[in-house]
């Protein structure tokens, strides 16, 4: 592995963000192990705040890759608080667990823990341009979307804004896709999850598409990643389900690299995304209504410990997966059973 931390910027004293700290220290001290890169820098205010991407593991195209993101909204702290809780893991393990380093000679791992430093620094769901991240990639919904929620071009005075029609892509938006050409996409099989907050009371596990209410190509994948889910954790908690069964949304990021990835039938490119059901931490402690912050984040430690120990042991779960597709990807008749118990499932039993 190349020893690219050497070639790290210097930590910036104190950006204002506990959690961009945190992942400067951790990248800091972290020695030689993972490669470091700025995607581009966000402004924000008299600010230039930093976009990292940390990746570790095998870069060869031939083995699987798995993208793990967080704080595209940067109300969502406890999005990026749970990737950099991983790759903290990760990197500690590094000087000893040696089924991790053989592990990591089958798989690439990326790590964009804060996608949007600016909105984090901001305290604000869209990033300092006023533009939902999430709400930004040049795609409509097919089908109707929820006014507002599911995105609009009003202005950025609202939430959810999708940013001017035919604009350029925002620089946060441009930097996630061009990490996804070059480190997932590149790859023959790939994975990628993006971690939320704030929807209901569950956690969920969801997949494309967003756009539209039809099922995607990969159907069968995500009912075998499912079930495989299912038995390795049979206590787990998550809904598993297309995002399409909660709400359907113009622009979102992941339906359109899901779609560009499909231009290349020797690719697999499985894009997941956790939202943790904040509503549940509101109910335990009320008080967190009258907190914006609170309505998306966990206040109170322990509980917010309880967070970071759920999901990381699932953040494991979906490395494992990425690097044992082979083992779990269904084919032939399996695939089709799959499809069929998917639609069956999912789609109101239409298994067309
Ligand atoms: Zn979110």
């Keep these: 592995m190349i020893c690219e931390a050497l070639r790290y910027p210097p930590a910036m004293a104190d950006t204002g963000i506990l959690e961009l700290d945190e992942l400067e220290r951790i990248v800091a001290d972290g020695g030689c192990r993972f490669e470091t890169r700025t995607l581009c820098h966000v402004a924000c205010g008299a600010l230039h705040l930093p976009l990292y991407a940390i990746s570790l593991g095998n870069p060869d195209p031939a083995v699987p890759a798995i993208g793990i993101f967080g704080g595209v909204h940067g109300l969502e702290r406890i999005g990026a608080q749970v990737v950099i809780a991983y790759l903290q893991s990760i990197i500690s393990r590094l000087r000893w667990d040696t089924t991790l380093n053989r592990q990591l000679e089958q798989v690439r791992l990326v790590f964009v823990p804060i996608v949007n430093p600016g909105g984090m620094l901001r305290r604000t769901r869209a990033n300092p341009n006023g533009v939902d991240l999430m709400r930004n990639a040049p795609l409509d919904a097919r089908e109707s979307a929820p006014f507002l929620v599911g995105g609009h071009r009003l202005g950025p005075w609202l939430p ?86 909660q709400y359907l949304a113009h622009g979102d990021l992941w339906d359109f690299l899901y779609l560009r990835s499909l231009e290349r039938a020797d690719r697999a490119f499985l894009p997941l995304t956790l939202e943790m059901g904040s509503w549940l931490w509101v109910k335990k402690n009320p008080r967190q209504l009258f907190s914006r912050h609170g309505i998306f984040n966990p206040l109170i430690e322990h509980r917010r410990q309880r967070v970071l120990r759920r999901h990381l042991a699932w953040l494991d779960f979906m490395t494992r997966a990425a690097s044992g597709h082979a083992l779990w990807r269904p084919a032939g008749a399996a695939r089709e059973q799959h499809r069929q118990r998917a639609m069956q499932l999912w789609y109101g039993g239409h298994a067309q």
Excluded: K, N
Excluded at 188 to 196: A, P, T
Excluded at 207 to 219: D, N, Q, S
């Design 160 to 245: 959810w804004y999708r940013g001017p029609f035919a604009g350029p892509l925002e620089a946060e938006t441009t930097a996630v896709c061009q990490l996804v050409d070059e480190e997932l996409l590149s790859h023959c099989f790939s994975m990628v999850i993006d971690c939320h907050s704030g929807f209901g009371i569950s956690d969920r596990i969801w997949f494309p598409f967003a756009h539209t209410a039809l099922p995607i190509p990969h159907l069968a994948e995500m009912h075998a990643l499912m079930e495989i889910l299912d038995q390795t954790h049979s206590h787990h908690r998550y809904v598993f389900e297309p995002q399409s069964r």
